[in-house]
C-alpha cells in the first residue's frame, strides 16, 4: 500500500473541510425536518376541514334531495339570496283594482 496510505493523508487534509460541510449542513437539516413536520400538519388540518365540508354538502344535498354535487357559496349567491322575499307578491301595474278583479274571477270559477 501506498493507496492507502494516500488515502489516509488526503483524509487528513479533508477532516476539517468535512466538518465546516457538516455544521453547514446540521441546522439546514433541522429546518428541513421541521418544516417538512409543519407542512404535513397544516396538510392533515387542510384534510380535515375538507371531509368536514364534504359532510356538510351531503347532509344538504340529502335534505334537498338532490342527486347532483352543490358549489359554495359566492357572494354574489349571498346577495341575490337577501334579495329575494318569499310570501309577497310583487307589486302590478293594475294594482289593488286589478288583483280585486281577479279574486272575483277566479271564486266564479269555483
Known amino acids: 500500500g501506498s493507496g492507502r496510505r494516500r488515502d489516509e493523508v488526503k483524509a487528513k487534509e479533508m477532516k476539517p473541510v468535512i466538518g465546516q460541510?457538516?455544521?453547514?449542513?446540521?441546522?439546514r437539516g433541522k429546518d428541513d425536518a421541521l418544516l417538512?413536520?409543519?407542512?404535513?400538519?397544516a396538510f392533515r388540518a387542510d384534510?380535515?376541514?375538507?371531509?368536514?365540508k364534504d359532510m356538510?354538502?351531503?347532509?344538504?344535498?340529502?335534505r334537498l334531495n338532490?342527486?347532483?354535487?352543490?358549489?359554495?357559496?359566492?357572494?354574489?349567491?349571498?346577495?341575490?339570496?337577501?334579495?329575494?322575499?318569499?310570501?309577497?307578491?310583487?307589486?302590478?301595474?293594475?294594482?289593488?283594482?286589478?288583483e280585486e278583479a281577479r279574486y272575483r274571477a277566479a271564486k266564479r270559477r269555483k
Open 21 to 27: 460541510l457538516r455544521d453547514l449542513q446540521d441546522p
Open 36 to 41: 417538512n413536520r409543519a407542512l404535513r400538519k
Open 47 to 52: 384534510k380535515k376541514e375538507i371531509a368536514r
Open 56 to 62: 356538510e354538502d351531503a347532509a344538504e344535498r340529502d
Open 66 to 98: 338532490l342527486g347532483i354535487a352543490l358549489l359554495p357559496a359566492s357572494a354574489e349567491d349571498r346577495q341575490a339570496a337577501a334579495m329575494v322575499q318569499f310570501g309577497r307578491n310583487p307589486p302590478r301595474e293594475g294594482g289593488k283594482e286589478e
